[in-house]
């Protein structure tokens, strides 16, 4: 079992920034992959940003740019560091992790852009 803790959501204006943190812990061993996902109201959930075990990173192309992934693996922390935000990127951001044969969610962080 793996648990996942996000933190680090709020209220920003256009243009600011946040800094998402997902602490996990567990039986990270056997964990491939992990990253973000968000989803806005009324639409599904859709990839933000993932890193592999082999250090592979893949953005969505609409935080291309504006967004950065990263990890610490000793604090076994995953970060989403995000710029520029724009009202648009307003969504309840899911930390995931995944591995061979099954996914882990955290229970989402609010993250709000608005003036």
């Known amino acids: 079992q793996v648990q996942l803790v996000e933190s680090g959501g709020g209220l920003v204006q256009p243009g600011g920034s946040l800094r998402l943190s997902c602490a996990a812990s567990?039986?990270?061993?056997?964990?491939?992959?992990r990253g973000w996902y968000r989803q806005a109201p009324g639409k599904q959930r859709e990839l933000v940003a993932t890193?592999?075990?082999?250090?592979?990173?893949d953005y969505a192309d609409s935080v291309k740019g504006r967004f950065t992934i990263s990890e610490d693996n000793l604090k076994n922390t995953v970060y989403l560091q995000m710029n520029s935000l724009k009202p648009e990127d307003t969504a309840v951001y899911y930390c995931?992790?995944?591995?061979?044969?099954?996914?882990?969610w955290g229970q989402g962080t609010q993250v709000t852009v608005s003036s």
């Open positions: 995931y992790a995944a591995s061979a044969w099954r996914g882990y």
């Open positions: 567990g039986s990270m061993s056997s964990i491939v992959v």
């Open positions: 890193i592999n075990s082999g250090d592979s990173i």
